[in-house]
């Protein structure tokens, strides 16, 4: 039991982090104060708990300190500890690390794609966008009015005739000067605007012009211009808030409903509504919106980009984060909780996203709970078995062999604990060897202490990759964990997969309908996506390479100016000798020479 009473007397009355041990020196929560003693304090007087906070109290047997300078330090630590410790009574928010963005390239032809990772200078980004299918969606948009090139530039560089994109009216082929440069460029700078939000100014120089084409009698050129016109009048019907043109905002709601909890993010960008994307915390049991949203304000803006307005369903103390984030992007950020006018609607929207996500995410987990209790029904499972892992190898004829190791807990896919292993050094083609490789390199470490037990392991496969799994699980001392093989049924026809048992025990086929059988299915499914993924990756970025280094007298460096210059292996393998030959350090004899070694 902790002392408190000479630990708070100690304490300073200065800004701060404060640090909660319990018995086995974990670190159960994080927090911040103004003023440490009041704030540490408050969890030990006799007032009462919340439920929650009391039980976190009951195992407290430390706490540590940490004094700040100003209380903006003591946030910005707070959320460092947060994330790095990922405390059990600390609501966690899954870290998306970036967000899509839609990207005009630096190239004299800019080409309009899809980008997520560290910008570079050259290049003009518009977003973020919540999610991929929001991009991918604004760009088709764009496609279809201002119809830049999505293609890479080897392949544009390398281009002697218009691809199918053109001949859908979705690309007007500046590759092979279908286009003029002013025409081409004019469309990206449209293209921008819009992006920008500034979609009445694009939509009346496309008035303009359409007019004056037809008093010209250019009648082709205005009919263009009409269905351009149109196109974009559509999209502004869909995506964009009236009256708020060029606002850049994010509407923040969260719902508490039948104890779970959900944040739902609405990004209006140019006052372009770009979509919404729900997000469910970790450790939110009996949390409440007001304690959720301020953990999801803290983790997601805190060193991201931040727009200039962030209106939210809660009253919060946010005036710390706000000038911290004001700070961060040096500029003005307003968290607003009394949304007035259309605004209010954008908050009512949000909550009823949130909402909406909640019930779908009960009903997901009322069928998997379902299906979970069927298939420990039907396989004799202990009862309280909830956590799954499921083995795949993926390679072709031997090369590039990848195991993937996927993990199924409290009712759903756990994509962040997923595993992939690089097998090398076996037998190409030896599926036995590479099972027994990757189910080592996963279970030593479990048995060591590091990871969660499952309480079931599936191995994609018959009675010999189960045998090697007996071997491996008895030599690590795990051999009380339950393993199941998933055989290919005959002609290896869905439903009717066979269940093999260790110890020679008679398999078993699940009726094609059985729901548990429909677990194990979408567990081995998504074991195999994930290995067949890899395998590719590993065996393309191993031909890339072998394919240049069998080149006598093409070392790393010139290896990496050609795919520099070309935009990778397919853009050299496209390239003339000529076009090789212009490449910093390769000669036309040698130009000649990766000619004939790549064709």
Known sequence: MFDSKPFLANLPHLPGVYRMFNAGGEVIYVGKARDLRKRVSSYFQKTTLAPRTGLMVSQIVQIETTVTRTEGEALLLENNLIKALAPRYNVLFRDDKSYPYIMLSGHRYPRLGYFRGTPDKKNRYFGPFPNAGAVRESMQLLQKVFRLRTCEDSVFNHRTRPCLLYQIKRCTAPCVGLIGDEGYLQDVKEAGLFLEGKEQQVLERLEAAMQAAAEAQRYEVAAVLRDQVMALRTIQEKQFVSGESGLDADVVACAVEEGVVCVNLVMIRGGRHLGDKSFFPKNADGCDAVTALEAFLAQHYIGRS????????????????????????????????????????????????????????????????????????????????????????????????????????????????????????????DDYAAMCDALTRRYRKIAAGEGAMPDLILIDGGKGQLAVAEEVMAEVGLSDVRLIGVAKGAERKVGLEQLIFPGGEKALQLPADHIGLHLIQQIRDEAHRFAITGHRARRGKARLHSSLEDIGGVGAKRRQKLLARFGGLKGVQAASVDELAQVEGISQTLAEKIYQGLH
């Open 306 to 429: 931040v727009p200039p307005l962030i209106i939210v369903s809660e009253r919060l103390d946010d005036a710390m984060l706000a000038a911290l984030l004001t700070e961060q992007v040096k500029r003005k950020v307003q968290i607003s909780a009394n949304p007035i006018g259309e605004r209010r609607v954008w908050l009512r929207m949000a909550l009823e996203n949130a909402r909406i996500a909640i019930a779908q995410r009960l009903s997901q987990q009322s069928t998997q709970e379902a299906r979970l209790q069927a298939l420990v029904q039907a396989l004799d499972l202990p009862e309280g078995t909830k956590r799954i892992e499921c083995f795949d190898i993926s390679h072709t004829m031997g090369e590039a062999t990848v195991a993937s190791c996927v993990v199924y807990d409290n009712y759903a896919m756990q994509n962040g604990e997923y595993r992939r292993y690089n097998i090398s050094g076996i037998t190409p083609g």
